[in-house]
């Protein structure tokens, strides 16, 4: 494997956080509380920014699933939740923080889950997203910044659990 090439420096990772909380902040402005769901592992750095960034209220919950790991299931996207939010979300303003958009597959299965918990609101952002791989068209109301189609590593993104915690967001060339 190639070393990772910086795709997205850290100084622009956190200029754009800062912009996406300001926003976040002036949205929600006077609400009691945002709940911020962050999708386990990948989204762990993205959101701890982003939430010392936010000056509104707001708490944290984690959330995790999973492809299924069989060949058909790969193919239609089935993903399953491993581990849930601890509380409840009925009536509460939430957004579902991701670190990348993909297929999109993962973003609405967790959609049609927590929207059936009957929330006040639900938004979803991601800090990345790669529109030449959608499968599923995936509201994403908040948006860092859409890549080409490369692998990408770093700012809590793995490839093969390795490369998550470089602080920028790099490019790498993955062995075939
Ligand atoms: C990544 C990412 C998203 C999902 C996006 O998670 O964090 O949750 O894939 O892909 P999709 O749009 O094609 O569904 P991954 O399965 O790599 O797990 P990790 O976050 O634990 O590394």
Redesign the pocket.
């Known amino acids: 494997m190639e070393t990772p090439e910086v795709l997205i420096s850290r100084e622009r990772i956190a200029e754009r956080v800062n912009e996406l909380a300001t926003r976040i902040d002036a949205d929600y402005d006077g609400i009691a509380e945002l709940v911020l769901i962050g999708?386990?592992?990948?989204?762990f750095m993205f959101l701890s920014d982003l939430a010392r960034a936010l000056t509104i209220p707001h708490r944290i919950e984690f959330i995790a699933?999973?492809?299924y790991g069989d060949e058909e299931s790969i193919h239609s996207?089935a993903?399953r939740l491993i581990m849930d939010v601890r509380h409840a979300i009925e009536g509460k303003h939430v957004i579902v923080v991701?670190?990348?958009?993909?297929?999109?597959?993962?973003?609405s299965y967790l959609l049609r889950l927590l929207a059936a918990r009957q929330p006040a609101s639900i938004k979803t952002i991601t800090l990345l997203r790669k529109p030449d791989?959608a499968e599923v068209d995936v509201p994403v109301d908040y948006l860092g910044f859409d890549i080409p189609d490369v692998w990408v590593v770093g700012y809590g993104?793995?490839y093969a659990e390795r490369h998550r915690t470089l602080p920028d967001i790099c490019e790498i060339e993955p062995v075939s």
């Not at 999708?39 to 989204?43: M, P, T």
């Not at 991701?98 to 973003?107: L, N």
């Open positions: 999708v386990l592992k990948g989204s699933v999973s492809s996207g993903v991701e670190d990348i958009v993909d297929t999109g597959h993962t973003i791989r993104l793995d």
